[in-house]
């Protein structure tokens, strides 16, 4: 089993579940997408993750703030509303009976290509909307052994080529950090900004506590996370009491 | 239409392809991928496009060559050999009746993933294979009324990053450069490189014939394009001449 | 009519003003420098630009502290006191009976050379003082219409070639990169800074106001405004109430 | 007397030469622009400097063709002909009955403005072309004595800033290297690059002999000069025989 | 006599200091240590300077968990424990005698090598720690005369080359900027960061009084600096009351 | 037994080898420099290591070139000629008895410190010279069984930091980029340019052989290795054949 920050316990039902391809749902292994789709052909797509708890989709203002702002960012137009999303999130629950311990990924793609392509004016459909859902209870696994990290020569980049800040399909380069410390013999990429300062790991935040200081790095080269956002936002309310 | 480098001219005869996905061969609207294919989730996955003509592959060699060494730096092992991609390819290319005039897209993907994550370690199969063949003939407008560029503020970036000279599926940043273009009033847009210097247009190497000479970039930031390779060689030979 | 945040009122007294040259005054058209002054020949000089209001050279202690920190960070030696140079606006405004709505601009070059040339040892002559006062009330069509930016590819640059927070007489850069966004059919340009951030428009200090937050960029890559330190100033008063 | 590349011996005809502003020739104390002139607000302006030699003005076909690129790299369109320009030259020599050993300095800016302002909007004129002949036979003093150099801390920029290989108005950082090197007692400013290797000297090309090789820096970040294109011609040339 | 930011006043008793090398104490003139040595070959070791003042280790914890720090940053075991270094320290004093006006410098290379080479697995012995107990009262001339600085080409690189914030034995790059200073007629370098912005001094961190405030660089390009972190906790808590 | 690019026999002459230190010789194990040396204190010092081939220390002018460039670089000067300095060679290998396999280090440091410091001011003797002659035959291994690198994350720096290019004393950043390789289970560490392309192994020049074409790095960021520019000289020649 592999070992990082996101382990999840082994959970059965995750095999019988219904994935929602625009409003339509099909079981795991039907779950299919064009060929065509932007998102396959060039990374071409925005995504978000939130967890159900007890119900609550939590933090889903945040999400859906970020993901309307990632679609501005790659000149997306969303046919919906941030309401008409929600219903397609919660519909899909529904449909799986998932009320609790429950992963959403909600993918947003530009849409079926004319042709294999870069140009989105070669877009023949609206944008492919997909949600996950899935069981995930966090493995104790790693918070009592902890995980090691392996330093990456893959680099965070400028926001003035393929912005880290961007929640989106264009992953390839966390691929390769993270293979980089797989190979290292390691668990998970740490990974360093342009200027060679620690940034990010591939797939999380980077927190140390350090003598009771909780330190982070800036935020312009890693994930504009949203849980990172509210640990800074605890960290700063404990400091000032 | 839109109208830029890679204009082709209007083919019905592309309404009723065949598409190859892992050696099965299914019409245009049924060709789908898992939405747990690596590609789709995180842009994992690389390509070749090369054409038909006369019943020969061209450059054949060069684009297997290239295919081989993008597998290798994202860590993809290709469980088949350079014959029997090939044989993959000439499959498809029967299966259509194609001989002459074809632009042929062929995709490995990591594979399917057990759930939506960069992990390499979660991928459940081998890679998926797509192979997409499709009549083109170049569009004389290109030529005729040339293409009007537009420089992009998005950059190509450093080797450290996502490999500017990778032909890979996560090409965002391709895309966000080309609508920006695109909002300009441009056909395509032009990009440079990390100093500023005039690198590559987004979906096509950039040359300049100035006064009988030919002017192009160096290769450090763009496609590791085999069409400028023999541009530059036959430039090369015939100023030796 | 152009559009943009300095925008003004057209004015008719404007044709009828009287310019400092050195001391001496001269209408609008005899108002002329010699081809040998370095502000001419190679962008060599530095200014300021204050309003009167009400009888009041606003902030004029920020902008002379400004202007005598340019000349120590150029060499160019100040022969008079700020004093002195306040009372050579004082005598220009008199001049031209101006008690309110007043912009100033002063500048001061280098200098005339002796021949053209970068060399301050060619410099034959103190520095040029010219001092252009006009009346000026900003448009309303800037706060009621907005205006539109478009991001230019020209950058803020690094403090160890031309430093970007110097109000100076080079400035092509900057006309070059308002030139892109006229092109673009935009009021004005956003320049980033050297990493791809945002930095600030060509002419003008860039905030924007999300949520009730006042965002501005770093301080490192552009103008050294007083106004900008005021709006800061302002925003952190108001935080802590 | 100050000691560098440009050392011209003192020459008391210049006293009486008579310079071209917009085709009228005016004594060197009455030749004067408009304070509302771009070159002299901010550096908006193009220029060349050649020579007059036994009745020839040479490489002037190399001088008009940068003048002509840089003036499309400033948006600045030229309302006259390579030929009318000459014939603008030529009438000033001719008044000045200049034959020989004349240094032609010819002085391109965008217009007079409305207003101090960046904006090439608000120009209200057509460009202004000053014409500055001068005698000048390079003093022999450099060559034997050599001039001594000084390393300074102001770099040449990247093209994406304000490029360092136009031949323009805006040149306030070189000034600041010639500075630099002039306190520090040397003659002129060694300029590194953005990376930090040798570029060029503030205001000339720099070549080193070394063991009979000529080396000199990679053309990114130095002036685009013709007399370097020249030397590196007869370099190459040189070294086939 | 040398002029700068260490200056102290000539003390004879400095002559006849025991130095201690690996536990065993040599006169001055007898302080050898192997060509083999790490910190010889290739300034592969780590040291902290620090003051005895009226028989205290002034912020000893500091400086220890420092050195532990480096040591681990370059790779090295230190075995021994921060209190067995303590005692080696006072052992030393202790057979100087010292009480008072003392600094003390502690290195601690890798250890001999086998052969000259950057290998550490041709280390064949345990760390050498060398300490070098002096006699140093700050010369009043630094304050009373000031110092001169010159701005140095050298600059404060980032950290993934050789870390500027690391206190180690490989500082050739400090001495250059020295050199230049020194050779520039000043008494000490400035040293810029890798984006041109004001770093530190070469051998001392650099602040700023301006109108009461006190100003100092960001902390990332500049030395780790005790004394820096102490300035600047004092500057905070003063500004809060 | 470690297994590099450096690998050598064991050969047991080496244990009574006779090492020169200022034209003194001493046996291995007596051979000591002053702590208060300067290439031990802060790296400050320069060296070459050259082979005795039959009778004959190879390319021996272009390894005195090289280091009276160094000197140069540094700001050392060196109190000897090259002849006085081959004579120290020759003497030490006379002493030794050497005529062949041999590899000669030559180790020039600044001189003894009158007390730790960077300062060159605070030098109060001339440069200490050190000669280590000894018996290297290269291991078959690495020819025989390759070696593994590992790409490190530590950066072949700018020239206006530490100049990667200098044969120097100060090589800790090189030391750490090899223990990043060894610790991750390399035998050397490959090192990356500023701009993440590949320069060079950690202490020995890197090349590739790829489809009989030889490729190696710019020689920008590494070594000024001599055996590489003749590798160079080689294969150029053989090209034109």
Known sequence: MIHGTHNAIEDSRNNDILISINDQLFPRNDAKISVFDSGYLVGDGIWEALRLHHGVLVFLDDHFNRLWTSAASVGMHLPFSKEELTAKVMQTLKANKMTDGVHVR?????????????????????????????????????????????????????????????????????????????????????MLDIHGFVSTCNAT?????????????????????????????VCNTSNKN
Chains 1, 2, 3, 4, 5, 6 share one sequence.
């Not at 200081?213 to 949203?226: L, Q, R």
């Open 106 to 190: 909600i993918m947003v793609t530009r849409g079926i290509k004319k042709t294999p392509s870069q140009d989105p004016r070669l877009t023949i459909s609206g944008p492919n909307v997909v949600i996950i859902p899935e069981y995930k209870t966090a493995s104790k696994d790693s918070k009592e052994k902890g995980i090691t990290l392996f330093t990456s020569t893959i680099r965070r980049g400028s926001p003035d080529y393929l912005d880290p800040r961007l929640n989106c399909h264009s992953k390839l380069h966390e691929v390769q950090a993270l293979i980089q410390a797989i190979q290292a013999g390691a668990d998970e990429a740490l």
């Open 205 to 233: 935040n980077f927190f140390i506590v350090n003598k009771g200081e909780v330190w982070t790095s800036t935020s312009k080269y890693c994930m504009n996370g949203i849980t990172r956002a509210k640990v800074i936002e």
